[in-house]
């Protein structure tokens, strides 16, 4: 095997860059997860189905403007909105009645939600593969240190760093944010004094699914939007989550850097086991820290 | 043993129900046609994982997230002696379970430091570990392919032979289960689940009965995975996918995890369930969701478990009654 033969200090630079694109999905996918792990302590499966129905909301609305810049930011503002609106319906029907139960049945009812969307999504969507055409704006390479690398990449290494920010913002410096923060340590506390704490919850929860959202409308133009995705990701985002640390926010952004570096490194490295370099690391990371490389919030 | 079965009524009752099933399911490739042999072959492989799971996971509360990887292993073991060996096939039948055993070991020593939800989600990504090598591993293990055609024994090769030999293993395995759960092991690992802090302050070694009881049920695990194979004929990556792990855990929650053969009407449910609505739609993953979902809201501790709860309540209404 020709074992790290096609590492080279451009290859490498590319691939950081990349990993670091891929970074920002998986920490905004992962910090909703964190925040509602950490504040209503629900381990959500279904956040991966959000994550898909985020793509394919994505999809629709970005063909229903006939893409180009139009199309683009709509559906981007859009689909994290709707998938919001759905996360909020579920939330006050279901999850309510919930809170009190054990984690492992929550984890079960929403693995049922899973598969309640997954065919949901079938049934909208179809089973072929969809894809999204980037806004002309967005195409093509950028030259970085006489190196290509893609715009859109760029855009989202961007992002990244703002939806930390403005959920650092939000968690630390809001009213809502630190009623939350304190629902999560002392729920019947918070009630006591006087704090509707479902509704700071439901809050909590649709910004998370939000945030859900959010993710698989960005990374719908980079893949093909498919059957499936809600699966792959989900798994990612809990490893990443358990990582860093439950409901910590900057465990979520740690995790998730870790995450991406290996997995577009580890290309270079051994190609054909790639996807097997993450896990490697959580699993490696788990045996000295095992409640996660930052301070958990449990 | 027999003593004890002859002198209890009701044990007497159970035991001759078991027994007439068992001779009932043995002339069924008799009078069934053959998808329902093999639909029934399916069932006991299914069966026998979630009851090996449901060792650790209502016995012993603990969280096994991920139970599948150990019935994939026990079904790789059993396709990679068969292709990859010279050996007997025979071979990777007995060595399915200790391998199963050998993988439990390793992750439950990684992961009884710790409990609950952390427990399973660092098995979660040990499992996945397990499932990514597995899945890109080409030259071994064929990949996302898997491995198809795989040639057993000819006696077991038949749809009858097959049935046969998944009967029998179940029925030996559920004797052998039946004999743990009631063992001193047993009790003791019940005791741990109900309070974990007093059975550590008696004197029970939490961790290690933890890590004995992980190891136990993976092997059970990897005997379902051997059968697996007898009855498919092939292995693929999914058979240790997380989301298989989760339907397993359905099904003791279907059947009722406080109950010993809950988890075998669960699962019974879910393979008749898929396959006959598999039928009339495409969809049936949405059934299986709002059944879920269902049940969590209105059932929750099962439906053997339920029935069985308004047997004992009946009973005891009856000998108030007699008083």
Known sequence: ?298 | MVKAILSDSRALKAFGAGVAVFILLLFVPCFLPRFHVYLLGLIFTTGLLAVSLNLVLGLGGMYQFHHAVFYGIGAYTVALVITKTTLSPWIGFLLAPFVSALFSLFIGLICVRLSKLYFGMLQISLGSLVWAVVFRWYSFTGGDDGIHGISVPGIISSTSGAYYFSLILTVICLLAMQRIVNSPFGRSFQAVRDNPVRSEAVGINVKRLQLTGMVISGAFAGIAGSMFVVIEGSVFPELMFWTLSLEIIIMCLLGGWFTFLGPMLGAAIIVLLRTFVGIYTEYWTIILGFVLMLLILFLPQGVLGYFLEKFERSGMKQAQEEK
């Open chain 1, 1 to 298: 095997m020709d074992f790290a033969s096609n590492i080279t200090v451009s290859a490498l630079f590319q691939q950081t860059l990349v990993g670091l694109s891929r970074t920002t999905i998986l920490f905004i996918v992962a910090s909703g997860l964190s925040l509602i792990l950490g504040v209503l302590r629900i381990p959500n499966v279904a956040h991966g189905s959000l994550y898909m129905i985020g793509a394919f909301i994505m999809y629709s609305v970005n063909l229903f403007f006939g893409g180009g810049q139009a199309g683009f930011w709509m559906a981007v503002l859009l689909s994290p909105v709707a998938v919001a609106l759905i996360s909020l319906a579920v939330e006050r029907g279901l999850f309510q009645h919930l809170y009190e139960r054990e984690h492992l049945m929550l984890l079960l009812f929403t693995f049922s939600i899973t598969l309640v969307f997954g065919d949901l999504v079938k049934m909208i969507w179809g089973s072929d593969y969809r894809s999204v055409d980037l806004p002309a704006a967005f195409q093509g390479f950028f030259t970085v240190f006489g190196f290509p690398f893609p715009r859109y990449n760029l855009l989202l290494i961007i992002i990244g760093p703002v939806v930390a920010s403005g959920l650092w913002f939000l968690t630390n410096k809001t009213r809502i944010g630190k009623i939350a923060r304190a629902a999560a340590v002392d729920r019947e506390m918070v009630g006591a004094i006087g704090i509707n704490v479902s509704l700071i919850f439901a809050a909590v929860f649709v910004i998370g699914c939000f945030l859900a959202g959010l993710g698989g409308a960005l990374v719908a133009p980079t893949q093909n939007i498919r059957q499936g995705m809600d699966h792959a990701i989900i798994i990612e985002a809990f490893l990443i989550v358990i990582m860093g640390g439950l409901g910590n926010i900057w465990g979520a952004l740690l995790g998730a850097l870790i995450f991406g570096l290996t997995d577009s490194i580890g290309v270079l490295v051994l190609p054909q086991f790639a996807i097997v370099f993450p896990y490697v690391v959580v699993v490696i990371a788990l045996l000295f820290c095992p409640k996660g490389l930052l301070k958990s919030t449990w």
